[in-house]
C-alpha cells in the first residue's frame, strides 16, 4: 500500500513531494494518452482514485497525521483530471497531443496553484481529516485547473486569433 500511497516512492522525493508527484504523472499521462486516448486516462483516473483511497486509508490508520506530505497519489489523480482537457481536446481536434502543450503547461501550474493555496472546496475537502477528504482535495483542485485550461483555451482561440 506505501508504494501506492506514494505514487512508487515519488513520494519520498524532496523538496516538495507533491510537486514531485504532480510532475511524474504528467509522462504517465501522456504515456495513456499516446496508448488508448481520453478513455484511457479517465479509467486509469477512476482506478487510481479508489486505489489512492484504500491506500491512503490503510497507511494512516491509527497515525497522527492523516496526511503525510509523501502521500502523492491523490497529486496524481487530481493532476490527470487537470488533464483532461488536454485529451479530449487533442482527440476531439485530431491532433496529437503534444500540440496541445498549453494546456499541459496551465494545467500543471494552476493545478499546483490551487492544491497548494486549497481555495473554497479545496481547503473545504482538505479540513475533513480523513482519506477522502485527502483524495478530494486533489481531485477538486483538478477539476478547477480543468476549468481554467478550458477558459484559457477559449480565450486564446476565440478572441487572440
Known amino acids: 500500500m506505501k508504494a501506492i ?3 512508487f516512492y515519488v513520494g519520498f522525493l524532496k523538496p516538495a513531494p507533491g510537486t514531485w508527484g504532480s510532475l ?3 509522462p504517465v499521462a501522456y504515456a495513456l494518452l ?12 477512476l482506478l487510481a482514485f479508489v486505489l489512492g483511497l484504500l491506500a491512503t486509508k490503510a497507511v494512516t490508520e ?6 503525510p506530505s509523501w ?12 488533464l483532461f482537457p488536454v485529451g479530449y ?3 476531439m481536434m ?3 497531443i503534444w500540440r496541445l502543450y498549453p494546456g499541459w503547461i496551465t494545467g500543471f501550474l494552476f493545478f499546483r496553484l490551487f492544491d497548494i493555496w486549497k481555495p473554497w472546496l479545496v481547503g473545504r475537502a482538505d479540513r475533513r481529516g480523513d482519506a477522502l477528504g485527502v483524495m478530494l482535495d486533489d ?4 477539476v478547477f485547473s480543468a476549468i481554467v485550461s478550458i477558459a484559457l483555451a477559449a480565450l486564446a482561440h476565440g478572441v487572440l486569433m
Open 89 to 91: 481536446g487533442a482527440a
Open 139 to 142: 481531485v477538486i483542485a483538478g
Open 71 to 82: 502521500i502523492v497519489i491523490d497529486e496524481v489523480v487530481g493532476q490527470w483530471i487537470a
Open 94 to 96: 485530431g491532433v496529437e
Open 24 to 26: 511524474a504523472a504528467l
Open 34 to 45: 499516446l496508448a488508448g486516448g481520453f478513455w484511457l486516462l479517465l479509467i486509469a483516473t
Open 62 to 67: 491509527g497515525a497522527d497525521d492523516h496526511d
Open 5 to 7: 500511497a506514494s505514487f
